[in-house]
Every structure is written in structure tokens, then in C-alpha cells.
């Protein structure tokens, strides 16, 4: 059974650009979630996609998008980087978004500069 | 709105020395609560997590926490610290579906 994987490891990006993260969730976990750890801090919450659908969204402005795929991988995009976009982007699988019970998997996490 | 308080942002203990983490939450239902582990340069690892019933609850590693509801608090212990037990701790409340709320994270430290 592999774990969730992220790509790329690292990325430097400059301000005004956009990126693109990648995941792929456990295997069998239908539900991935999205978070943003900057220096210092705990994850903070991005959204959230369950079944291709996004069910639920933190405190972050539109450019901050995402997809889920018929596979449940994922990707997370942000257009328009500012400096404060520089973070390290963790993405979580679960086997059924919407189970307050159900673990979060997190996968080693993508860490974005932006210059 | 659901939060969580990890008090001290770094705690250091001797090796072979009680730990002891503190995460204190705040949320408007029953909340289920989780503590994970993050080594350098890496995700996130489950530790435990309470959902209902037995207060206490057995971890990896050694690890345990104890659900206390008049306290709002869910503090991580391990009897006996490790090296290998260096590492940032977060604390996490989970009262909606879909997100989970960490705390600002304790920086644990052994010395030998």
C-alpha cells in the first residue's frame, strides 16, 4: 500500500507567477485535503476535495484553486504568487471526507519560495 | 469556531525524562481530537487520535493523551523520552467534516 505522494519536492517560483502541486492519495482514500504551513506555524487549512467535488474551503482568496481527478489524485493551484505564498503546501488523504472520525494521511509536503 | 492552544513553544526534557505537551482546545461540539509528529523536512505523522468513548488513548511510539472535557485539554505524554523523540509536535481539533484545526505546534528537544 504506498502512502500519499507529493510533487514536485521543491519549487522557487517569482512573485506574479503560478504553480502547480501535485498529489496522489492513498490508495482507496477517495477525500483530499489541502494545507498551507508556513515557517514557524501550524497547517492552515486551503479546502478540501471529496468524489471530485471541492466540500469545504478555508480563509484563502480565489487564487488559491484546486482539481480532483476520477483517480482522486489532486492538484492544487495558485495563481498571481505573492511572497507570503512561500510555505510548505501539505496535501492529506482520508477514506471518506465526510467522516469527522476518518485520519488524515499527510504526504511529505511540497515547499514553495517565492522570490 | 474551533481552536486550539499549545502552551510552550518549545519544551526541552532529558533524556529518559517525562514528556509532557499541553494542547488545551476550544469548539462548540464534541470535538475529536488528534496529535501528530513532524520530523525535519517531512509531513505530517499520526500519533493518536480521540474520537469517543475510552478517555485515554494509547499512541505510537510510546505515546499517549488523555481526553479531559472539563479541562478543554488533551495533553500528549511519554514516560521515558527518546532521542529519536526530537521533533514538532502539533495538536489538532476536527468539529466540522472537512478540516482540521492545529494549534502553532511545540518544538521538543532531548538532551542527552
Known amino acids: 500500500e504506498t502512502g500519499v505522494t507529493q510533487s514536485p519536492t521543491h519549487l522557487i517560483k517569482t512573485r506574479g507567477q503560478q504553480v502547480t502541486l501535485r498529489c496522489s492519495s492513498q490508495?482507496?482514500?477517495?477525500?483530499v485535503s489541502w494545507y498551507q504551513q508556513a515557517l514557524g506555524q501550524g497547517p492552515q487549512f486551503i479546502f478540501q476535495y471529496y468524489r471530485e467535488e471541492e466540500n469545504g474551503r478555508g480563509n484563502f482568496p480565489p487564487r488559491f484553486s484546486g482539481l480532483q481527478f476520477p483517480n482522486y489524485s489532486s492538484e492544487l493551484n495558485v495563481n498571481a504568487l505573492e511572497l507570503d505564498d512561500s510555505a510548505l503546501y501539505l496535501c492529506?488523504?482520508?477514506?471518506?471526507?465526510?467522516?469527522?472520525?476518518?485520519?488524515?494521511?499527510f504526504g511529505p509536503g511540497t515547499r514553495l519560495l517565492v522570490l | 469556531a474551533q481552536s486550539v492552544t499549545q502552551l510552550g513553544s518549545h519544551v526541552s526534557v532529558s533524556e529518559g525524562a517525562l514528556v509532557l505537551l499541553r494542547c488545551n482546545y476550544s469548539s462548540s461540539v464534541p470535538p475529536y481530537l488528534f496529535w501528530y509528529v513532524q520530523y525535519p523536512n517531512q509531513g505530517l505523522q499520526l500519533l493518536l487520535k480521540?474520537?469517543?468513548?475510552?478517555?485515554l488513548v494509547k499512541g505510537i511510539n510510546g505515546f499517549e493523551a488523555e481526553f479531559k472535557k472539563s479541562e478543554t485539554s488533551f495533553h500528549l505524554t511519554k514516560p521515558s523520552a527518546h532521542m529519536s523523540d526530537a521533533a514538532e509536535y502539533f495538536c489538532?481539533?476536527?468539529?466540522?467534516?472537512?478540516?482540521?484545526?492545529f494549534g502553532q505546534g511545540t518544538r521538543l528537544t532531548i538532551n542527552p
Open positions: 490508495s482507496g482514500h477517495n477525500t
Open positions: 480521540y474520537t469517543t468513548g475510552a478517555t
Open positions: 492529506a488523504s482520508s477514506l471518506e471526507g465526510s467522516r469527522r472520525e476518518e485520519t488524515q494521511y
Open positions: 489538532a481539533v476536527r468539529s466540522g467534516a472537512q478540516k482540521l484545526v
